[in-house]
C-alpha cells in the first residue's frame, strides 16, 4: 500500500500564526521575534497505525512525505527494580536502545534514531540536496547509519574529540561523509562548520530543534509511554544537550490532552544536565530566558570534564518562544544538576536493577529522579516516565563494530569558500 504523506500546517509557537509548510521551512518566513515552529496535524487524535512498521506506526503525527527502511519505535514498560530501589510504585521506563530482551532494537543504542527516521522522511524522495547534520555524538551515529541504509547523501559535522561515538555494527555506505572539527574543539564548532557549508545552495542544513520532524520524531517516546500507561504521566524525567527531547515531550503532552482521551497535561518536565556543564540548568535557577553567560574555552573545558559529552551545548533553543524556559515554566517543572560521580553510581545501580547497560547521559536522568524523590519535588506514588534515551552498547556492539575515522578535519574558522571547496571534493 502506497504512504500518503502526513497531512499538517505549521504554527509559530510566539504569535499564533499558522501556515504551510513550503518543504523544509525552519522559521517563519514573516519573521517576528524568535519562535519554534510546531506542526499543526490534520488528524488530531491519537491512533498508532498497525499497518506501518517501527517508528511510522507514528506517521499521523510526524510531519513526513515517505517512510525508510529499518525503524524501530521506542518501547515503553514498568519497572521492577529501579523502582523497587527507589521505592517508587508506578515507574514506566521508555527505553530508546538495543536491547532485544525488552523489544527495544535500535541499531545505535540511541533515541536519536527517532529524529532521523522522522527528519530523513520529510525530505521528498526526489531530493537532490545534500543534508547537513551538526552533532556531538549519538545524533551523527544515528543519521549516519539512517542515510547509509537508505541512500541519503549526508555530511555530519562532528568535533574531534567525539569521534569515538562513531561506532557501527556495519560499514557505512560511501554517500555519508564525516567532517570533523579540530581536537580541543566543541558541538558549537562543529555547528558553525555545518551553517558555513551551507552558505552554498547544494547543502541543506537539517535545522535541528527548529525541524518540527526531529522534534516530532522525538516526541514518540511520549507516545510510546502513553500507549502502555493508558494516560500523559505526572512527571518526565531527561538529560538534555540542547532540551530539544523535552520540548517535544512536552509539545505531544499537548497533543494528546487536546485528544480528551488522556487526561489533562499535568506532566511535568524535570531535565537535568552533567556537571560543571550547567549552561541551561545556571540559567533556569537564575530565572532568567537569557542564558547565563559562558565563554567559548569555558565551553571547551566543561564539555572535556563531563562524562555524558553529548550534553555539552552552548547555543541551546532556550529562551525562543516554545523554547525550553517556555516549556518549564508551563508544565511547572525544573532543573537539576548530576556530577560525573553521581553519573556512575546510577549507572551501575540501573545496569543491576534493570539488567543492561545505559548511556551516561540516560544515567544523568536516573540520578535526578533519585533527587526529585528525596527533595520531594516527585512522590514515590506518582506515575512517572523516564526517558533512557540510549542503552544497550555492550550487546550493539557484541559482535564487532568498526569506528568511521572522520574524511576531511577542518577548522570553523576558515573561510566559508575554503570549507565548501574542501567538502565538495569528497561527493
Known sequence: MKFEPTKYRLMNVGSGRIFDDAGWTLSDPEGGDP????AVYENQNFNPRSNLKGLYRYADWLPIQRTLRHSHAPVTYKSK??????????????????????????????????????VCARLPRKNKRILVVQSAGNTARAFARVCSDNGIPLVVCIPSDNVADLWFRRKLHPCVKVIATPHGTDYYDAIQLGEKLCQDPRYLLEGGAKNVARRDGMGTTVLSAVESIGRIPDAYFQAV??????????????????????????MRIYCVQNAPYTLMYDSWKAGTRDLVPLTADSSRRNAEIILAKVLSNRKPPYGLAGGLFDVLRASGGDFYKVNNDELIFYLLQFLHKEGYDIFPASACAVAALAKAL????????????????????????AKGYSLKQPDLVLSPELPAEEIIAAVNTLF
Open 374 to 397: 528525596e527533595d520531594g519535588s516527585v512522590s514515590k506514588n506518582e506515575t512517572v516516565m523516564l526517558n533512557i534515551t540510549g542503552a544497550g552498547m555492550i550487546e550493539a556492539t
Open 81 to 118: 527494580g529501579l523502582a523497587k530501589l527507589l521505592g517508587m510504585s508506578d515507574l514506566y521506563i521508555t527505553l530508546s536502545g538495543y536491547v532485544p530482551k525488552r523489544g527495544a532494537r535500535m541499531e545505535t543504542g540511541s533515541f536519536k534514531e527517532t529524529e532521523a527516521y522522522s
Open 35 to 38: 519562535s519554534l515552529l510546531r
Open 241 to 266: 544537550g540542547s532540551g530539544t527531547g523535552a520540548i517535544a515531550a512536552w509539545e505531544n503532552a499537548e497533543r494528546l490532552a487536546a485528544d480528551g482521551r488522556f487526561g489533562a497535561n499535568k
